[in-house]
């Protein structure tokens, strides 16, 4: 036997107690793997975001439009190297649950700006920019729905109309792209302005934002103010922010995830906190008399308290690597099925927070247990068991 | 009535020495005085019982002589050391070097087999891992309970429960046993048993043992039996 041995057959004592409890704490890891990935996936796209690129949104709010003869005003500011621009289709594919993440771009200058994101083959490339009625689908997207290049496809908008009152564009494949700058599934699709733009019912001529690349990043400041310094009195003042803070606050329109997030993880924590503590609580109370042998025997109180205190860190380690093991088998088998919209990912900084809130949670569980222990008297012991 | 040292014994180098030991406990307000101005010495080697009325503090004197307990005034030593103003921790470690105790009720840790109980106070030690194996088979073979080794508590009669918590005792190979009504949750030949072994380790590996005990018949087994009343100590020769 060994004190590992030891500290073993203490927590294991009552099976039961010991397997509800693990339970509790492998469910709470289990929820914090999942939605740290959760969110860290949800937070991709804010990663995608140059630093020398700034987003040019409406001032009311990024989904009002922008006259499209913008484009070719803020081209002339000096410190801007290229521009693009893109209209959000609210596009769904059959059906409306289908929802696609759609826009319709300026293929050219979208593909150029976009040239260390967005990885597509030239020839695929060559025949977007070529085809009016093209599109390009994120490979997620395509592997959903099935689409192959050259297919005919027809997406409906929520929000434009065509002039003979249809609210579907027949598309064609010209591309299947993938995001190369981050981890993330290539969701989405991308078609051309012109041809939403010729046939839209009303709208004409406006577009969403304006995005431009500038020729370095500490220009930024300095142009973001002069282009809305120039629009500043037009009927369409604009707000220019850079592509992470545009991404970031598109993001939080969802609502704030991250505090959604953090209540939920940090109600599922608090409640095994106060299980766990009960559980060792009482699990040390019962043993009162065992302790007073111990201590009988020689072991100090400092080993006791020690020994205590371990049961606890291992409890909340075994229930958190579990917990966490299941998260990330949970993780892997989504990856493997086709068309799921996020790429959860265990990424070794979530790993460590979660060490750091197992061992967190083994300290706050075991502590006071420990310290009563650690101040059975054992006279007194005796006489209580 | 002997309150003088030379009354209870004439041994030159006595292991225990209780000199003016007072211990008084306070009680739903009360001072209730177990001791005053105790004296007793007990030689290496001997086996002394300890009888006395209930709440007489013959657990008190127990709790006393393994430093679990703390004088109010007075001196307590043993095997030349000083118990009294011990710290804690050298407390701890001078128990786990010099005290076996055994209790009335074995107090063996349910979820360890009876040769992991006998191998716990050895987890305070240097020993190695075979070295500690073979200090527990030897313990439990001085006890008779080598073929019981894997066995849990509740898988052993009181008796041989009794027997893992005296292999447990003397594992560490301590001066001093103290037990406490060691057969007072057992039938009569059991108990006789473990008197005889009590006995034995007294006599063949020369420990010395102090036994609190009500029943007459197991002081028998002792060399000397003290009567403890009042605070005070009586001296009883042992009849035939």
């Known amino acids: 036997m060994t004190r590992g041995s030891l500290i073993w057959k203490n927590l294991t004592r009552s099976r039961l107690r010991f397997a509800l409890t693990l339970f509790a704490i492998f469910i709470a890891f289990f929820l914090f793997g999942l939605i740290q990935s959760f969110d860290r996936a949800l937070n991709a796209g804010a990663d995608i975001a140059a630093a020398n690129r700034l987003v040019v949104s409406n001032k009311i709010n990024f989904t009002q439009p922008l006259p499209l003869s913008y484009v070719n005003r803020i081209k002339t500011i000096e410190g801007v190297d290229m521009v693009t621009h893109q209209n959000w289709m609210g596009s769904y594919y059959q059906e409306p649950r289908n929802f696609i993440f759609g826009f319709a771009v300026d293929p050219e200058s979208f593909l150029a700006i976009y040239a260390d994101d967005i990885a597509l083959p030239p020839e695929q490339a060559k025949a977007f920019i070529n085809d009016r009625r093209g599109m390009i689908a994120g490979a997620n997207e395509a592997r959903k729905y099935g689409w192959k290049l050259g297919d005919l496809i027809p997406i409906s908008s929520n929000i434009w109309e065509q002039t003979d009152g249809s609210k579907t564009w027949e598309l064609v494949l010209d591309g299947i792209f993938e995001i190369s700058s981050v981890d993330t599934p290539a969701n989405g699709i991308y078609l051309h302005y012109d041809y939403l733009n010729e046939a839209r019912s009303f709208g004409k001529d406006s577009t969403g934002t304006i995005v431009i690349a500038t020729q370095d990043p500490a220009l930024n400041d300095e142009i973001a103010n002069a282009i809305d310094t120039r629009f500043l009195n037009s009927p369409f003042a604009t707000e220019t922010r850079t592509e992470a803070a545009f991404n970031a606050s598109f993001i939080e329109q969802l609502g704030n995830i991250s505090l959604i997030i953090i209540s939920v993880v940090g109600a599922a924590l608090f409640t095994i906190l106060i299980i766990v503590s009960n559980t060792m609580a009482m699990s040390v109370r019962e043993r009162t008399g065992e302790i007073g042998v111990m201590k009988a025997l020689g072991f100090p109180a400092k080993t006791v308290f020690a020994l205590i205190l371990s049961e606890a860190l291992l409890l909340a380690l075994i229930g958190g690597s579990l917990g966490m093991g299941a998260a990330w088998l949970m993780a892997t088998v989504t990856a493997g099925v086709p068309g799921f919209p996020l790429r959860l990912v265990l990424y070794p900084d979530i790993w460590l927070m979660s060490l750091g809130v197992m061992i967190v949670l083994g300290l706050l569980t075991g502590l006071l247990p420990a310290w009563n222990a650690y101040r059975i008297n054992i006279a007194a012991a005796f006489t209580r068991a | ?240």
Request: net charge negative.
């Open chain 2, 1 to 240: 009535m002997a309150e003088n040292i030379s009354e209870i014994s004439s041994a030159p180098t006595p292991l225990i020495q209780l000199r003016d030991v007072s211990k008084t406990y306070r009680k739903s307000g009360t001072d209730i005085t177990i001791f005053h101005n105790l004296n007793l010495e007990i030689k290496a080697g001997d086996f002394v019982a300890v009888m006395g009325p209930s709440g007489s503090g013959k657990t008190t004197l127990l709790n006393l002589l393994g430093g679990i307990d703390r004088a109010d005034a007075g001196s307590i030593a043993i095997n030349d050391e000083e118990l009294t103003h011990m710290s804690e921790s050298r407390l701890s470690r001078w128990r786990a070097d010099t005290v076996g105790f055994i209790f009335q009720f074995y107090n063996l840790m349910p979820m360890l087999n009876a040769a992991s109980n006998v191998e716990l106070p050895l987890l305070l030690t240097r020993l190695s891992r075979s070295e500690r194996r073979k200090n527990v088979e030897t313990a439990l073979q001085i006890v008779g309970l080598e073929d019981r080794a894997g066995h849990s508590p509740k898988e052993l009669s009181g008796g041989q429960q009794q027997r893992v918590a005296i292999a447990r005792a003397i594992v560490s190979d301590p001066k001093l046993l103290l037990c406490d009504e060691p057969t007072g949750d057992l039938d009569r030949g059991t108990a006789a048993e473990i008197l005889e072994t009590l006995q034995m380790l007294n006599r063949d590996f020369g420990k010395t043992i102090i036994m609190v005990t009500h029943d007459p018949e197991a002081a028998r087994y002792a060399k000397r039996v003290l009567h403890l009343d009042k605070g005070h100590f009586i001296e009883k020769e042992l009849s035939s």
